[in-house]
């Protein structure tokens, strides 16, 4: 076998021209081998060629298929940041496809004061070169104003489905299996947004616990599907499953992690990016330390063009060649720090985002935050971004709970968080309204639960978040009516809603708000029996918000005159009919608010239709609240979740304690 000098640009192995070319990135190396593995066993190549900071060369012959690994030369000066160790074999950070899945072993371990000589080829799985094609995707390319998200998890979704064939569940054939679209189609949901899908560790911590990294936020192989999900061709089989969420009109949104990897600090495995060049991708302190911003071990550096090329042409290929339509970035704060290592609007991630014309016209996602210092970063994105917004899940949950004071801060989360996202022509759609998510208590147990019940990670209960806003309700109809008024505030809110899989049909994970290691019945849904009425619900929800513009703007409401009526776009309503004042606003004990909402004042007449609606949330007492003048329809009463709509005379309504109403009628202005 002979090698080429080749060419430095792509990265990663690329085929063509009777064999393939191979380029990798790393600034502080001395040499690099290519091993190639076949059946008689591991072949070394010195890669010939470079170009800066580019490794290359040319293999002729080599096909698709081929089985390669990296061994990088270097020095081993930890207090420099350097761990070069070529007794490891190295996973190709832009392989597209690995044999197997990545589960920590002992020989994968780099070494502490000196390198670890032993030999880690037999225990890494290969990294695969595979076919580089960009298919014509038909995309349904839904607005924000559009927009309804789903969670799931990738396996977790399916596999106790009892309509999923068996040999599908868990994979991602069974994601996009008929019963499922079936399922998604009938809610009326837009995108499906899932837990990481690229190939990730089954790290050591766990490993020796006797579980496994089942939510996979320790990435590897950023390019490559996981294995564990598919069959004999994870790209061909992911590429699939998008196509058939395209064909059904559904979105495809990933949950990606670029604020780290999964080889951890100092005790973790050397597996990738730590031995190709771990100056480079890592951020670094004195005598080579990790810095930390993300709780796992180790910090990616943004800021350096190799780590940013790697993130931005990983994004590309998953868009590209994969098919996907947006992503939802973990602990984006990190990926938002620059030089300085401070969180900026301007950092080379966000600059490089907003220029790029692939990344620029798909969905994208922040969780604004991250453990490290200003880490908490919500409302602080840019255009195009929108960002998770866990003043929503936090101020809606305490309101329903019956907290004190909670009235105003529901009221702004209503309206489209504004004080948050309106700032440098951001549209409503920025805020990402939420109950719940995988990262915390399911629905159902935010309402059967007063404390988390952790014990199964191992970890003594420590685990998890303890601010929880929950209450153990006693009372199944109770449960009920607080779920079915939680899920009203999130969908009929101003922004884009996202349900997490699995509350519309009542699954519970035992009260454990943290089963990131749980691939078994506590993290998987439970579809043995779902709750149908809830589903119902959740559907007629879904339709209310379709069918009413004026529930799901792009502009901002800031209870300004209208141009075309001398109508405020927003107007709060006691429960006897007047405007809250000051002190109302200021009231521990207020529990019940009403909002008439109109299209945007700053926006053209009809751009949200021709209509006002009215919704009333009453987390107090049952109790009577006037309507405003006019005739009215009752769309929704979530204490008669069955009732059909109807037209509503009376000038006043009766409110059930733990309810929402919603009323709508057309403006006598507008009518035409």
């Excluded at 839904?142 to 106790?160: D, N």
């Excluded at 840019?382 to 801060?409: L, Q």
């Excluded at 239709?609 to 309507?627: I, Q, R």
């Amino acid at each position: 076998m002979k090698i080429e000098s080749g060419r430095p640009d792509p990265l990663g192995a690329t085929p063509g021209d009777g064999g393939v070319n191979f380029a990798l990135a790393s600034a502080h190396a001395e040499a690099v081998e290519l091993c190639i593995f076949t059946k008689t066993g591991e072949t070394r190549l010195e890669l010939p060629g470079r170009a800066g900071p580019i490794w290359h060369g040319f293999v002729p012959g080599l096909k698709p298929g081929a089985r390669y690994g990296y061994r990088v030369h270097g020095k081993w000066a930890p207090e420099e940041g350097h761990r070069f160790n070529p007794a490891k074999l190295l996973i190709d950070p832009y392989a597209r496809a690995l044999d197997a899945k990545i589960t920590w072993q002992a020989p994968m371990q780099p070494g502490k004061t000196k390198p670890d000589r032993r030999n880690s080829a037999e225990v890494i799985p290969k990294s695969l070169v595979s076919e580089i094609v960009q298919p014509d995707w038909q995309r349904p390319r839904h607005s924000w104003t559009e927009t309804v998200i789903y969670e799931a998890h990738p396996k977790g979704l399916t596999m106790t489905h009892p309509d999923v064939p068996a040999e599908l569940r868990g994979r991602w054939t069974g994601l996009a299996s008929e019963p499922i679209l079936a399922h998604l189609r009938n809610l009326g949901v837009t995108a499906i947004e899932l837990l990481p899908t690229c190939a990730y560790l089954d790290d050591r911590f766990l490993v020796e616990k006797g579980l496994s990294n089942y939510w996979g936020y320790q990435p590897i192989g950023f390019f490559a599907p996981e294995p564990r999900y598919s069959g004999a061709d994870p790209r061909e089989e992911f590429r699939e499953m998008v196509r058939r969420f395209h064909a059904a009109g559904i979105e495809v949104i990933l949950d990606v992690v670029f604020n780290h990897t999964g080889e951890g600090d100092t005790r973790g495995p050397m597996l990738s990016l730590r031995g190709i060049d771990n100056a480079s991708y890592y951020r670094l302190g004195p005598e080579g330390a990790y810095i930390d911003e993300t709780g796992t071990g180790n910090t990616l550096n943004l800021a350096n063009p190799l780590a940013l090329r790697l993130v931005m042409d990983c994004l590309r290929h998953w868009v590209e060649e994969m098919g996907v339509d947006g992503f939802r970035f973990d602990l984006a704060a990190t990926l938002a720090r620059g030089a300085s290592g401070a969180v900026e609007p301007h950092a080379p991630f966000l600059t490089a985002i907003a220029q790029d014309p692939v990344l620029r016209e798909v969905k994208l996602i922040a969780e604004p935050w991250d453990i490290g210092p200003g880490g908490y970063y919500l409302g602080g994105f840019p255009h195009p971004f929108s960002e998770w917004n866990d003043r929503f899940r936090d101020d809606a949950r305490r309101f329903w709970r019956g907290d004190r004071g909670m009235t105003g801060d529901l009221a702004r989360r209503v309206a489209g968080s504004a004080e948050l996202f309106d700032q440098h022509g951001r549209p409503a759609t920025a805020s990402v309204n939420f109950i719940t998510a995988h990262d915390g208590f399911t629905l159902q147990d935010l309402v059967s639960f007063g404390e988390k019940h952790n014990h199964a990670n191992g970890e003594n209960n420590r685990d998890g978040h303890d601010a929880n806003y929950s209450e153990a309700l006693a009372d199944p109809q109770a449960q009920a009516a607080r779920k079915r008024a939680l899920l009203a505030t999130m969908i009929l809110s101003q922004g884009v809603p996202m349900l997490l899989a699995g509350d519309e049909i009542g699954n519970s994970q035992s009260g454990n708000n943290n089963a990131y290691a749980q691939d078994n019945e506590i993290g998987w849904i439970d579809w043995t029996a779902p709750d149908e009425g809830l589903i119902s619900f959740v559907k007629r929800l879904i339709q209310i918000r379709k069918d009413h513009k004026v529930l799901r703007q792009c502009r901002f409401l800031h209870a300004l005159e209208r141009k075309q009526d001398g109508i405020r776009d927003l107007i709060w309503r006691l429960c006897p009919g007047g405007e809250p004042q000051p002190n109302d606003w200021n009231d521990p004990e207020l529990r019940c608010i009403g909002v008439e909402i109109r299209g945007a004042a700053e926006g053209p007449a009809g751009d949200a239709g021709y209509e006002a609606v009215y919704l009333l949330l009453n987390a107090g007492p049952t109790c009577k609240a006037a309507l405003p003048n006019g005739q009215w329809t009752l769309l929704l009463d979530t204490a008669r979740p069955e009732a059909a709509e109807e037209q509503f005379s009376a000038a006043e309504t009766c409110l059930a304690a733990q309810s929402v109403q919603v009323f709508t009628r057309a403006t006598p202005q507008e009518t035409s």
